[in-house]
Each structure stands twice: as C-alpha cells, then as structure tokens.
C-alpha cells in the first residue's frame, strides 16, 4: 500500500508469513520511507480477529439490513512514541524506517479465517501513523488463521461408522424380496485432499435396477442475535458427489471408495467456536431405484480435520501444504475465496480488474 504524501515514500505492512496456529508468535514490520523530517506522535498497531453477519429481511413489509459483530481476538501496541506526549513532539528523520512489532497469538483454538456473502471471520493488522497536523494514515494487511486445530488420528475420529437400511415392498398379500444396504465408513474425520475410506454392501433382491448414490454435502450456520431467540440463517451446498452403476434386480455387489472419493479443499468443521456461524459436514449414502424414484438413505457426520491421518511408522506420510480454497465445485457455491477492494464506477466502458485484497487458505494434503 503505497500512501501519495509529500514526505512519506512508501507505507507498507510486512509480516514474517502469511498463516499462523493459535498459539504461535506473530511477528512483522512496518515499513516508512520517508523524504522530509516530520514530527510524528506515535506509530500504534492493532491485531484484530473479527467474525461479522449480515444479510436483508423483511419486517411488516420493510427490508431491512441485520448484522452483528464477535472479535475473538483484539491486541495493540504502540511501536514508535507514545499515545500521550507531554512537551513537544518527537521528530521522525527523513530516511528508509522497519519498525518491528510481534503478538502472541492465543492458545486456545481459534475459528479458522472464512468468507462468505452472509458472513465472515477475518484476522488483520491495522496500523496507524498518528501525525498530529493531518489526517493520520492507516493501512492493514490481512492474514490467515489456520484452526481450529482437529486431528484425525484423535481416538474419536478413529471408530469405524457403520450402517444399515433396508427396504421391502409388499403388493397384496405377496412380499417382494427386500433391497439392503450396508455401509461403513473408515473413520469419521478427513483433510482436504485425503481420499475419503467407504465400503458398501448391496444386496438387490427387489424387482428393479439400483443405483448408489453418495453425497456429501456443507451446511453452514448464520446467527444474529437480536432479542431472546436471535435471527438464523442455514445454506447448504453440495462438496461432492457420486454415482455408481446399475446394480441389477437378484443380485448382490460391493464397493470400496478406493481413489473414487477425493475431499476438495474446504474450510474445516467449525462448531462451537464462534458465536456467528459454524461449519459442519454430512456424508449421505443410499440407494436410487430408477421405476419408482424412492430410494434408501442414511446420513453419517464427516469432520473436515486440520491435522492429517498418518499411519503409526510409517516412512512415506503425506506432506502438508496449504492450497487456496477454491469457489466453486459441481452443484453450487460452497465458499466465497476472497474479497475485493470497492470501486465506484465512473461511466466509462472500461473498467478496472477488481483488487483482491484477501483470498483464505486452507490445509491441504499433498499426495504427490
């Protein structure tokens, strides 16, 4: 960011990397060249996590806009003087100036950084200049949290979840031979990246063709408190999805997911951690029946995990990487990538390519 002023060359934000776990140090620099001396009262800088929701509703017939605010985290510091001189002010020297300044992020488990239309959680560095003759100069610099911290190798990721469903259909006094699906799900919780682990058994005694189908599918929680019980708002989007063969009348087939089951990156499980929204995942599995259009179905609850499963001593472990989340997968929106800088239009044909000013990220296995 570079702030157009007779003695001020460049204004700049650095930090030493662009994501941080709770608990870790952040550190970084505030960058000024400057052409002129000048007196200067202080330099303050403020560390901020911030989850916001928004969206319109209609009240007796007027829209209106409801929104509400949480900061998780909210640290200063001042780096250059002091907020309360007594006598004359401190004179800043023309010249190149790295003012370093650090924070010790909280231990405890952080939301991760998340954007979306109807809300957000974003971690930033706000930093401004204070000089006492003129409007102050501010600038920020975005970075992600990577939380909350979940392990897949946690024992309670590790139970195996099993299911069955059946269906029998009966036409007069005559019962048709039944259709049953028996599923189990490897373990509970997966990184973006990891192939998810499923095995199914089929056995196909009715009288037509079926299909397996799987799905897993984000919901994404809204909350705006307002009054005792608050305004919600839930969306839902399809992650991934599967469909397998015709599986013929009298017959019986097993599947195992192998590669077939690949979880794209998207934000991590999010739940109880923030007071305006949570993040959580559902893996449906069942079965078409392509006559009737009636089907089985059984729900099993996917944690997307922060930490990857590694097999005990084994010498080849997935590396970690950290991948942008992407927009969109097929069957709908699940997370907004970024956000971008505003730009008033001024009539023209031509318009500028938007300034993305902040793009999440988040943990990725790597198989390669």
């Given at each position: 960011m570079d702030i157009v002023m007779d003695y001020i060359r460049e204004f700049d934000i650095r930090l030493e990397k662009e994501m941080f776990y709770a608990g870790e140090t952040l550190t970084g620099h505030v960058i000024l060249h400057t052409v002129e001396n000048f007196k200067l009262k202080s330099i303050r800088v403020l560390l901020r996590g911030k989850a916001h929701s928004e969206w319109k509703v209609v009240v007796s017939g007027d829209r209106r806009v409801l929104r509400d605010d949480q900061y998780i985290i909210d640290d200063r510091a001042v780096i250059w003087g002091h907020d309360k001189i007594e006598g004359p002010i401190p004179i800043l020297p023309r010249g190149l100036h790295q003012f370093p300044f650090s924070f010790h992020l909280p231990e405890s488990s952080l939301p991760c950084s998340f954007e979306s239309k109807p809300g957000y959680i974003r971690y930033y560095i706000k930093v401004t200049v204070d000089i006492p003759y003129c409007s102050p100069p501010q600038g920020m610099k975005y970075f992600t949290i990577i939380g909350p911290h979940i392990d897949c190798m946690e024992e309670q990721y590790l139970k195996p979840m099993i299911g069955q469903d059946k269906k029998t259909t009966c036409c007069l006094c005559c019962q048709k031979g039944p259709v049953v699906l028996r599923t189990e799900l490897e373990r509970s919780a997966y990184v973006s990246g990891e192939a998810i682990r499923l095995r199914t058994n089929i056995d196909n005694q009715g009288e037509e063709e079926v299909r397996l189908?799987?799905?897993?599918?984000?919901?994404?929680?809204?909350?705006?408190?307002?009054?005792?019980?608050?305004?919600?708002?839930?969306?839902?989007?399809?992650?991934?999805?599967?469909?397998?063969?015709?599986?013929?009348?009298?017959?019986?087939?097993?599947?195992?997911?192998?590669?077939?089951?690949?979880?794209?990156?998207?934000?991590?499980?999010?739940?109880?951690?923030?007071?305006?929204?949570?993040?959580?995942?559902?893996?449906?599995?069942?079965?078409?029946?392509?006559?009737?259009?009636?089907?089985?179905?059984?729900?099993?609850?996917?944690?997307?995990?922060?930490?990857?499963?590694?097999?005990?001593n084994s010498k080849q472990e997935s590396a970690i990487h950290y991948s942008v989340a992407s927009s969109h997968v097929e069957g709908g929106m699940y997370v907004g990538p970024e956000f971008l800088l505003g730009q008033v239009y001024d009539g023209t044909s031509v318009r500028p390519e938007p300034v993305i000013l902040y793009r999440p990220l988040y943990v990725c296995v790597n198989q390669h």
């Open positions: 189908f799987i799905k897993l599918v984000q919901y994404v929680e809204y909350f705006i408190e307002r009054g005792v019980s608050g305004v919600t708002k839930e969306i839902d989007h399809l992650v991934l999805e599967y469909k397998g063969e015709a599986i013929p009348p009298c017959s019986s087939t097993k599947w195992d997911s192998g590669q077939e089951l690949i979880l794209p990156v998207v934000p991590p499980s999010l739940v109880g951690l923030c007071r305006l929204l949570q993040i959580y995942y559902v893996l449906k599995v069942g079965l078409d029946f392509e006559k009737s259009g009636e089907g089985l179905q059984m729900h099993f609850p996917l944690t997307v995990a922060t930490v990857p499963f590694r097999i005990p």
